[in-house]
């Protein structure tokens, strides 16, 4: 009798390593929308499809940082106080109208153009004020707090590039160039549908032996968290020519096409070989943990990419293989997220050979290290344990024991939001 074996990843030959997978996207994966002008009140999220070049400096004049008192650096005593008349009053907005003139300190205002002349602000809480007089401490520095031309932005440079997801300060950014409107890459169009006789859709009864399908609304919400324009296709049966047929239909309307289920080699897993009915896989087993049976491949012209069918491998696979492809579909120039070294606070032994990742949650423990705490279940089908916890904890493919206080890998799931 032959052994059997209750590692999943032992059997069915070499399956490709996560950095391998990830740079053959680098090479076949490229941008497949088009382009539209938009409103930046209607830009938030989406990908920058011009470069943006400052027409002028930012701020355009020099400028007080703070309420108080403009003067000549020169005219203030270095090792003692200083007395000045003051002479006007400049608030942000308006001008002097004239030169400033030696021997003479400009009531000034956050924001207001500095005077032609003046070098130098004094904050009004280091100074003594008496009639129209104004006293300065020694010790400030030349040029103190006043704010140059062309500081935040100068005329002529590059302020925002290609390939950019648009975040609310760069929408500010915009504006205070006087933009009013931005050139962005079209929403890429998803097609989303599970596979299975055995998932139902909430609200309906469900009988012995079913589920609710999880994934499908997980994914249409993560997609739509990337700013796609999602096409909910529902539930396919476990039947080749059904699967083949909607992945057809789908092709001639979307750029890309998401599925979940049907990715392995059972007699009812019929996902791989609708995709190459009609196009073409370029991989489907990957050494990865949850997850192993992800696709990315081409049917007709829309890329597909097939996800596994257990609701954590689903989410996992997403934000670390299918959400770097979405992303660059989308013409985004940079979508690696960040990932951070955190000490462990657990014991996990893993299989070398495969990338493996753990959910967690942060914590900061009594020496003030953000520790990794392990969630204590560990189930492919525990979708709960991503609700529980607030991150990843990615341990490479020659790892093979975590010890509490190692240094891991640590991906936030705000980072990949």
């Given at each position: 009798?032959?052994?059997?074996?209750?590692?999943?990843?032992?059997?069915?030959?070499?399956?490709?390593?996560?950095?391998?997978?990830?740079?053959?996207?680098?090479?076949?994966?490229?941008?497949?929308?088009?382009?539209?002008?938009?409103?930046?009140?209607?830009?938030?999220?989406?990908?920058?499809?011009?470069?943006?070049?400052?027409?002028?400096?930012?701020?355009?004049?020099?400028?007080?940082?703070?309420?108080?008192?403009?003067?000549?650096?020169?005219?203030?005593?270095?090792?003692?106080?200083?007395?000045?008349?003051?002479?006007?009053?400049?608030?942000?907005?308006?001008?002097?109208?004239?030169?400033?003139?030696?021997?003479?300190?400009?009531?000034?205002?956050?924001?207001?153009?500095?005077?032609?002349?003046?070098?130098?602000?004094?904050?009004?809480?280091?100074?003594?004020?008496?009639?129209?007089?104004?006293?300065?401490?020694?010790?400030?520095?030349?040029?103190?707090?006043?704010?140059?031309?062309?500081?935040?932005?100068?005329?002529?440079?590059?302020?925002?590039?290609?390939?950019?997801?648009?975040?609310?300060?760069?929408?500010?950014?915009?504006?205070?160039?006087?933009?009013?409107?931005?050139?962005?890459?079209?929403?890429?169009?998803?097609?989303?549908?599970?596979?299975?006789?055995?998932?139902?859709?909430?609200?309906?009864?469900?009988?012995?032996?079913?589920?609710?399908?999880?994934?499908?609304?997980?994914?249409?919400?993560?997609?739509?968290?990337?700013?796609?324009?999602?096409?909910?296709?529902?539930?396919?049966?476990?039947?080749?020519?059904?699967?083949?047929?909607?992945?057809?239909?789908?092709?001639?309307?979307?750029?890309?096409?998401?599925?979940?289920?049907?990715?392995?080699?059972?007699?009812?897993?019929?996902?791989?070989?609708?995709?190459?009915?009609?196009?073409?896989?370029?991989?489907?087993?990957?050494?990865?943990?949850?997850?192993?049976?992800?696709?990315?491949?081409?049917?007709?012209?829309?890329?597909?990419?097939?996800?596994?069918?257990?609701?954590?491998?689903?989410?996992?696979?997403?934000?670390?293989?299918?959400?770097?492809?979405?992303?660059?579909?989308?013409?985004?120039?940079?979508?690696?997220?960040?990932?951070?070294?955190?000490?462990?606070?657990?014991?996990?032994?893993?299989?070398?050979?495969?990338?493996?990742?753990?959910?967690?949650t942060l914590v900061r423990a009594a020496d003030g290290v953000m520790t990794a705490v392990k969630h204590p279940r560990d189930g492919a089908g525990i979708l709960s344990s991503m609700v529980e916890s607030n991150?990843?904890?990615?341990?490479?493919?020659?790892?093979?024991?975590?010890?509490?206080?190692?240094?891991?890998?640590?991906?936030?799931?705000?980072?990949?939001?």
């Amino acid at each position: 009798m032959a052994q059997l074996s209750n590692d999943c990843f032992a059997f069915g030959g070499e399956m490709m390593a996560v950095e391998q997978a990830l740079a053959q996207l680098a090479e076949r994966v490229h941008t497949v929308t088009g382009t539209e002008r938009v409103g930046l009140t209607d830009a938030l999220g989406r990908v920058l499809a011009e470069e943006v070049v400052a027409p002028f400096d930012v701020p355009p004049h020099d400028n007080s940082a703070v309420d108080g008192y403009a003067v000549f650096f020169d005219d203030l005593t270095p090792d003692g106080d200083t007395t000045l008349p003051i002479t006007a009053r400049v608030a942000a907005g308006h001008l002097l109208g004239r030169p400033g003139q030696r021997g003479e300190a400009i009531r000034i205002f956050t924001g207001a153009p500095m005077p032609s002349g003046f070098d130098t602000v004094l904050m009004q809480e280091d100074c003594r004020t008496e009639g129209d007089t104004v006293t300065i401490p020694a010790g400030i520095k030349r040029g103190a707090n006043r704010r140059r031309a062309g500081e935040d932005m100068a005329r002529g440079s590059t302020v925002l590039n290609v390939g950019r997801r648009l975040r609310p300060e760069d929408i500010g950014l915009l504006a205070s160039l006087g933009r009013r409107d931005v050139e962005v890459r079209t929403p890429l169009r998803a097609a989303v549908f599970s596979t299975g006789d055995e998932v139902r859709d909430p609200g309906v009864p469900l009988t012995e032996g079913c589920i609710y399908d999880a994934n499908r609304f997980a994914l249409i919400a993560a997609l739509r968290q990337l700013g796609c324009a999602v096409t909910d296709l529902g539930i396919l049966p476990d039947r080749r020519d059904a699967i083949r047929d909607a992945l057809g239909g789908a092709a001639a309307s979307h750029d890309v096409l998401v599925t979940s289920g049907g990715m392995s080699m059972g007699e009812e897993d019929h996902v791989k070989t609708a995709v190459e009915a009609q196009g073409s896989l370029h991989f489907w087993r990957l050494a990865i943990k949850p997850g192993r049976p992800v696709a990315l491949g081409t049917v007709k012209d829309a890329a597909f990419v097939g996800l596994p069918g257990n609701p954590v491998a689903v989410m996992v696979t997403f934000l670390r293989i299918a959400r770097p492809i979405l992303l660059r579909l989308m013409g985004v120039a940079d979508e690696a997220p960040a990932l951070f070294p955190v000490r462990a606070g657990f014991t996990y032994k893993k299989k070398p050979g495969r990338r493996e990742y753990v959910r967690a949650t942060l914590v900061r423990a009594a020496d003030g290290v953000m520790t990794a705490v392990k969630h204590p279940r560990d189930g492919a089908g525990i979708l709960s344990s991503m609700v529980e916890s607030n991150g990843l904890v990615e341990l490479p493919e020659e790892a093979t024991r975590v010890e509490p206080g190692v240094i891991v890998d640590f991906l936030p799931f705000s980072e990949v939001r």
